[in-house]
Structures are given as C-alpha cells and as structure tokens.
C-alpha cells in the first residue's frame, strides 16, 4: 500500500498549511487514519487521526490549531495546520490502519507514507 503526502513547506510563524495524503481507495473506504510527525531528537508523536466513521483524535499540543479530515471520493486524507508555531517543525507522516478504530490505530500503523517536510520560522 502506497500512502503519498504531499503540502509540505516552508512558512513563517503564524501561517497555515494543507497537507494531503492520497492512496489505494480500498484504504479510504474503511481504515482509520492519521499524521505522525516526527523532528530529530524527538519522539514520534500522533498528532491527529480520524476513524472509519469520521470520529477524530487530537494531540493535546495541535488542538484548535490542526483539523483532520478525509474525503473518500477522492481518496486524499487532510491534515489543515493554523497558527503555526516553531514547534510544529517537522517532518509529518500519513499513517493508515487495517482496523476502522483510532485506538488500533494508536497501538499500530500498518501503513506509513514517505513523509513531508514542514519547517516554520520564528
């Protein structure tokens, strides 16, 4: 399975970005998803998910700022990112589970994308 982001960038405190994430409609039709980012000296961190039946899960450090979505006509899961901060520097994953439910997908992500890079400036 082939998760692809794409949206990544380079914007200045205060701005806003869309990732997206496109794959295998099959993946779209019933699986949860989500955005892992990760930053070198970190810990990987589930920023946002949404499960099978659109129901959704924030970290406490992205909520009001970030909204998950999916729109499974076109297979492309979404992650809008407002109000950036330094601290979201990042590279941002789009991650899929076999299972409908957030909390497998918590436990486990079977299937990763290649990343896309976001970096804010102060």
């Known amino acids: 399975v082939q998760l692809v982001e794409s949206g990544g960038g380079v914007v200045q405190a205060g701005g806003s970005l869309r990732l997206s994430c496109t794959g295998p409609e099959r993946i779209f039709r019933i699986c949860a998803m989500g955005w892992y980012r990760q930053d070198p000296g970190n810990e990987r961190e589930l920023v946002a998910a949404?499960?099978?039946?659109?129901?959704?899960y924030y970290a406490d450090s992205v909520k009001g700022r970030f909204t998950i979505s999916r729109d499974n006509g076109k297979n492309t899961l979404y992650l809008q990112i407002d109000t950036l901060k330094p601290d979201d520097t990042a590279t941002y994953y789009c991650v899929a589970s076999v299972s409908p439910f957030i909390a497998n997908l918590r436990q486990r992500s079977d299937y990763w994308g290649q990343g896309t890079q976001v970096t804010v400036s102060s």
């Open positions: 949404i499960g099978g039946r659109s129901d959704t």
